[in-house]
């Protein structure tokens, strides 16, 4: 059974910074696919960004040059790194996994397994 549990969210001023966490289980091995997405009220579901295999990164244009995803395997664990935040970051953010290559990595429809999500708060 996998099961991703993510953590790190929370409230910050613009300009902040804030890393996310997500401890996948039962996920283990290389050449799988994980992801960052978030979800803000009345809005669809939006890919963050992305990695295979622990170091193909890929990212939303609206993030990149502030956010930065990692994965450290021996920990089964993935990260994404928030600088410069926006308010219009704000939203519940997800990590998602699913085993091989995405080949849309920012498309939610790609990955077959999902966690409960953090909130990500960003006033002005």
């Known amino acids: 059974q996998v099961d991703l549990v993510e953590s790190g969210g929370g409230s910050v001023q613009a300009g902040g910074s804030l890393r996310l966490s997500c401890v996948a289980s039962g996920f283990g091995g290389s050449r799988n696919s994980m992801g960052w997405f978030r979800q803000a009220p009345g809005k669809e579901r939006e890919g963050v960004a992305a990695?295979?295999?622990?170091?193909?990164?890929y990212y939303n244009p609206s993030v990149k040059g502030r956010f930065t995803i990692s994965q450290d395997n021996a920990k089964s664990t993935v990260y994404l790194q928030m600088s410069a935040l926006k308010p219009e970051d704000s939203a519940m953010y997800y990590c998602?996994?699913?085993?091989?290559?995405?080949?849309?990595?920012?498309?939610?429809?790609?990955?077959?397994?999902w966690g409960h999500g953090t909130q990500v708060t960003v006033s002005s």
């Open positions: 990695i295979y295999d622990g170091f193909a990164s």
């Open positions: 998602a996994a699913t085993r091989g290559v995405a080949r849309t990595p920012l498309n939610s429809r790609e990955y077959n397994y």
